[in-house]
């Protein structure tokens, strides 16, 4: 959309959120106080993410319209820069077809640029390429910024796990919420009704910022002050989600499923609480919990190669039935149960989680997949 | 079996509980000490209850052999009477067809001699029957015994509801505990593992010598002081599974079906407070609570046929959909959304249980199933 068009269009802005009662309402008309976004990542989420901030952004008098959205350059089999082909066709054709962004949704190639006049940061990529984004960006961003990570995943270190948004805290010096909640993606695309929840540590105007961002009548954003709890929720559920699957591949039915993801729940919230005490236990109530946990476990991909490792009996492994399955997307739920157990191990904690553990222990091949039902005896011991 | 067959192999029975920390290991030889079980109710899941209870009584000292289980008395097809079928197979060929129940369960037509021996009551009936069986109870009961409730659904009464707990308390002046949980019966028929929720009110003792009854290695119980929480629970989750039945109807997708859920759970939990302010946060973690919610929503009958009325658009009655595909069990889900419905009218609550209301309106054919999802503006203001 050319800027004439866009600013005749801002014209027509809500200067009230209809859907939202926690915001104040207030008109913003002076377009240097308007906040803007940049969307870090356009895998699959990534592009949901900036359809949902795009369709706020160009309604509401506090954002400026555009949402430049970071994308990772690759050359399309047609030769054309995946960039170029997001910006031409408003889709992004490679991991989200057939679903207009937003003409205000621009694909830039350069990091960089990407970042340079915003003030909202949203951090939407797979985990493994934070650490090295954010360095990237040390002394690149904007002074006032604020980010938000919508990343599963922990790094380990030596000295413990680390979360993603305490990585981007500590890399690049500012604040950093969380967004996790029932999410696939493909079904947010298409707008039917679901929840998120955003975590925040401390500020509640900066939560509200957040949620304002989000917020669609399909898409209901709930704040709550426990950044640890939902960050942990959304990572953790993929290991369950894992759990769930082999339960599905070895066809033993809904109640045994169902008592799999409650005991994966409370391994969640023990573990969530054990590394960070400050977590509440309301949060794994919310969407970024209980509903996150269901969805992964009946929808998600980690469940459904999961359930494809028990089919085979753990013969074929799970990066052969990634690459077959999933068209380049990544599995988080090995990765994460691999770092949880090397939490777990260094902590002396492997006896008190052995859903956790047994999982890693199908997934690396140590144990046959039915492993998971007969740990049983050994959880009603440990708690 | 004979007497003497059964003798000889109490000789054997195990001293200790091998599977069960909780209990305290005591040798039992003195039969008149021991406890004898009496099953009242003989449908689906009584029929399961009565197999997971014979095991036990048969394996444990503390136990009388014997479970008598009270049959309303039907005439098969083939002429023989019920009570005799199973006696003869050792089937419930009715409800249970091709499971052995265990030698020492046997049919009992008659109510008042199934019940006089026993000082431990399982109540195992749909929950409209429950009101006119403790009456024919009164007077009949040894004065040692003990209730525990397996019956789901509630009696609304002019004053409010009544739980079926309270409801055998007050008319046979007997305590009475409960057992929840994720346990679709046929399930737990074969052996599958799942986990189940004993709900108590005081007394440990008791709580224990019930989770000792039912806990085998695929069954596993948990005893939390929480009656009216646990009750609730499984009362509360069919509504729900309407709820989550109505979303698979239109196809709505599984972000949609797991917030539905988590908006369910949390007004389970919320209608629980308010009637009790005694339930406690942590039953809903219980199996009673996420994983029946889940097993039930995800398999259960309330769901099957819910789906089908909103994949015809509520043009055919649930009376009708029930009888084509349920072969003569009853929805529970239905008529316990008509009575949460009058409790909520009755204290002002409608706009407070905006999920709760809907269902009823789509179940008595008000609202069309679509209205399942175009509450959430309601649902969101509510909270």
């Keep these: 959309m050319a800027p004439a068009a866009l600013e005749a269009q801002s014209q027509q802005k809500e200067e009230t959120v209809a859907h939202n009662s926690v915001l104040s309402s207030s008109s913003v008309n002076d377009t240097t106080h308007r906040s803007k976004v940049s969307v870090i990542g356009s895998g699959n989420w990534g592009s949901v993410a900036s359809k949902l901030i795009a369709s706020n952004t160009f309604r509401l008098n506090s954002f400026h319209d555009e949402v430049r959205m970071w994308v990772y350059e690759e050359t399309l089999q047609s030769g054309e820069k995946l960039t170029d082909a997001i910006n031409r066709t408003n889709e992004n054709v490679k991991y989200l077809p057939g679903i207009k962004l937003g003409n205000n949704v621009v694909a830039d190639p350069d990091l960089e640029n990407t970042v340079r006049d915003a003030n909202m940061l949203v951090f939407v990529?797979?985990?493994?390429?934070?650490?090295?984004?954010?360095?990237?960006?040390?002394?690149?961003?904007?002074?006032?910024?604020?980010?938000?990570?919508?990343?599963?995943?922990?790094?380990?270190?030596?000295?413990?796990?680390?979360?993603?948004?305490?990585?981007?805290?500590?890399?690049?010096?500012?604040?950093?919420?969380?967004?996790?909640?029932?999410?696939?993606?493909?079904?947010?695309?298409?707008?039917?009704?679901?929840?998120?929840?955003?975590?925040?540590?401390?500020?509640?105007?900066?939560?509200?910022?957040?949620?304002?961002?989000?917020?669609?009548?399909?898409?209901?954003?709930?704040?709550?002050?426990?950044?640890?709890?939902?960050?942990l929720c959304g990572t953790l559920k993929n290991v369950v989600a894992l759990a769930a699957g082999f339960v599905d591949g070895l066809e033993m039915g809904n109640n045994t499923k169902a008592a799999i993801m409650r005991l994966g729940l409370r391994e969640m919230k023990a573990f969530s609480k054990l590394l960070f005490p400050s977590v509440k236990d309301s949060t794994?109530?919310?969407?970024?919990?209980?509903?996150?946990?269901?969805?992964?476990?009946?929808?998600?991909?980690?469940?459904?190669?999961?359930?494809?490792?028990?089919?085979?009996?753990g013969r074929r492994s799970f990066d052969e039935l990634e690459a077959e399955m999933l068209q380049g997307q990544k599995l988080q739920g090995v990765s994460t149960a691999r770092e949880v157990y090397e939490v777990l191990s260094h902590r002396g904690w492997l006896e008190l989680f052995p859903l956790f553990a047994t999982v890693h222990e199908i997934s690396s091949g140590l144990l046959p997949p039915s492993a998971i039902v007969e740990y049983s005896e050994k959880q009603v011991r440990s708690f």
């Design 284 to 313: 794994f109530f919310e969407s970024c919990g209980v509903a996150d946990l269901i969805t992964t476990c009946l929808g998600g991909r980690n469940r459904k190669v999961a359930e494809a490792y028990a089919k085979n009996g």
């Design 125 to 231: 990529t797979p985990h493994q390429f934070m650490e090295g984004i954010c360095k990237r960006l040390v002394g690149k961003i904007r002074a006032d910024a604020e980010a938000i990570s919508l990343v599963k995943g922990m790094e380990v270190k030596m000295e413990g796990p680390c979360m993603i948004s305490s990585l981007i805290s500590q890399i690049l010096g500012i604040s950093c919420s969380v967004l996790m909640g029932a999410n696939i993606a493909n079904e947010i695309a298409v707008e039917k009704f679901s929840e998120a929840t955003v975590g925040y540590r401390q500020n509640r105007d900066v939560a509200e910022r957040w949620v304002q961002l989000f917020y669609t009548p399909y898409f209901i954003v709930t704040a709550v002050q426990d950044v640890e709890g939902v960050e």
